[in-house]
């Protein structure tokens, strides 16, 4: 989306993400690298710090936001 964004392809005023309260596995990679920069999935943002104590991820709903918020465009707000 970020790269739509800088390409001019898409501009957008409203997006709406929703998502369910599907648990994670403990078995997927989505636990262990939700939190890793260098996971080649996520874009983060440069000033994107990571919490000493980062909160644990449970559902679906809480990934996706912890997601947008650590690759959020510039040009782009998020409100819960």
Request: a positive charge; zero cysteines; proline letters at 4%.
């Given at each position: 989306?970020?790269?739509?964004?800088?390409?001019?392809?898409?501009?957008?005023s409203?997006?709406?993400l929703i998502?369910?309260e599907?648990?994670?596995?403990d078995k997927?990679?989505?636990?262990e690298?939700?939190?890793?920069?260098?996971?080649g999935i996520?874009?983060?943002?440069?000033d994107?710090?990571?919490?000493?104590?980062?909160?644990?991820?449970?559902?679906?709903?809480?990934?996706?936001?912890?997601?947008f918020?650590?690759?959020l465009?510039?040009?782009?707000?998020?409100y819960?």
């Amino acid at each position: 989306m970020n790269t739509m964004i800088e390409k001019q392809k898409i501009f957008p005023s409203v997006t709406y993400l929703i998502g369910g309260e599907r648990t994670l596995s403990d078995k997927t990679w989505e636990r262990e690298q939700l939190y890793n920069k260098k996971n080649g999935i996520i874009s983060f943002r440069n000033d994107y710090k990571i919490l000493r104590n980062p909160i644990e991820i449970r559902d679906a709903r809480e990934m996706l936001k912890l997601v947008f918020s650590q690759s959020l465009h510039p040009k782009l707000n998020l409100y819960y």
